[in-house]
């Protein structure tokens, strides 16, 4: 789907002047996917409001490259009703199986509250089974105990990231932001990749 060095950066929905510094990263080659490129909405999602969540995917299909699948959704036919790559947020280990077989990446979703097993259940898993993995809302705390590392991809959002800021100014401010991403996305960048890009 992309090229590139290091961890896939996405950056969903969220306010116009934060899209723009998101726009001007894309630029760069610090974030790959920008929304509506990266399609979530987590408040949609969580409370179970699939068929408006689903709605607003089918008008932004063409634009739309990856999709967090709808929590709790346990419904095959979906895979193949929209031409994007799916991001599984797994909540239980019980639906494990199923996101095998319907997602290109299986979510960890970042809130403790939100899933039933730990980051070490999933780190097994994903060496067990070989799949690619997504860091759901990247967190301060990920970037600082190095957790990113385990990821494959992740998606970052002001409110998530909230910790890193001093305040509003700085929340706008494309340096803190470019800081910010180029931690995240070194998280997964070799001495090789870097000798491959010249």
């Known amino acids: 789907m992309r090229e590139g060095v290091g961890m896939l950066v996405a950056a969903g929905d969220g306010y116009s002047r934060w899209l723009n510094i998101m726009r001007l990263l894309q630029q760069k080659g610090l974030v790959d996917l920008v929304y509506p490129e990266f399609f979530d909405d987590k408040d949609l999602l969580i409370t179970r409001r699939w068929s408006t969540y689903l709605r607003r995917l089918r008008r932004m299909e063409s634009e739309v ?3 967090v699948w709808p929590d709790y959704c346990h419904d095959e036919r979906l895979e193949t009703r929209f031409d994007v790559e799916w991001v599984f947020p797994l909540h239980r280990r019980d639906e494990l199986g199923f996101a095998l077989k319907v997602a290109d990446y299986i979510g960890f979703p970042n809130r403790d509250d939100l899933r039933d097993y730990s980051i070490a259940w999933f780190v097994e898993q994903k ?6 993995a997504w860091l759901l809302g990247v967190k301060p705390r990920h970037v600082e105990t190095g957790v990113l590392w385990r990821f494959d991809a992740c998606d970052i959002t002001g409110a998530s990231l909230r910790g890193f800021f001093k305040g509003w100014k700085s929340m706008n401010d494309v340096d803190v932001w470019e800081k910010l991403v180029r931690q995240i996305k070194a998280a997964k960048t070799t001495a090789l990749d870097l000798w491959l890009e010249g």
């Open 65 to 67: 490259k990856v999709a």
């Open 127 to 132: 060496q067990a089974y070989g799949f690619r």
